[in-house]
């Protein structure tokens, strides 16, 4: 298995670009009505959002991003690993890798939301796995059947 590694940036590379679309047209394609939350590359360009890609050569095998919702609070966006690399620890080290980003900028929560069912199975028993549990909605959500939130302490 080839090393991997997380770096900060890279939405200006069209393989990245291409894995962030992969992402939000293939989750909404799996939740109820095709209702999503994932964020576009404008979107995760903004101020607010911090977005790391991982990499293994020069192929980009995974994405994330942190956005701050407020100066302790942040939430987890747009994680996805490409399919060709699932069972590699990407996943795992990638959200290790936003939630050191996320203490070392003085959060001390960090909550996400994701959807219920089995197409997102894998990715709630990773956040399971690393301490997150299910909590009411945050920021500007609402309750939704479709929605799973989670949240963890990390400070």
């Known amino acids: 298995m080839a090393e991997w590694q997380v ?15 992969h992402h939000a047209t293939s989750a909404r394609a799996a ?3 095709g209702c999503g939350h994932s964020f576009a590359v404008e979107r995760l360009r903004a101020d607010d959002v ?18 701050r919702l407020s100066g302790e609070h942040g939430e987890i966006k747009s994680m996805h690993t490409s399919a060709g ?20 900028a003085g959060m001390r929560r960090l909550s996400l939301e994701t959807h219920p069912g089995a197409h997102f199975a894998a990715a709630i ?24 939130f989670m949240s963890k302490e990390i400070s």
């Open 7 to 21: 770096r900060e940036g890279g939405l200006d590379d069209p393989r990245v670009i291409a894995l962030v679309d």
């Open 125 to 148: 028993a990773l956040y399971r796995r690393h301490g997150f549990a299910d909590c009411p909605p945050f920021g500007d959500y609402h309750e939704d059947p479709s929605s799973l």
């Open 85 to 104: 690399s699932r069972g590699m620890g990407i996943g795992s080290g990638l959200l290790t890798h936003i939630m050191v980003a996320a203490q070392a």
């Open 31 to 33: 939740t109820i009505g």
């Open 50 to 67: 911090r977005f790391f890609a991982a990499w293994r050569g020069d192929e980009v095998v995974g994405i994330g991003a942190l956005k």
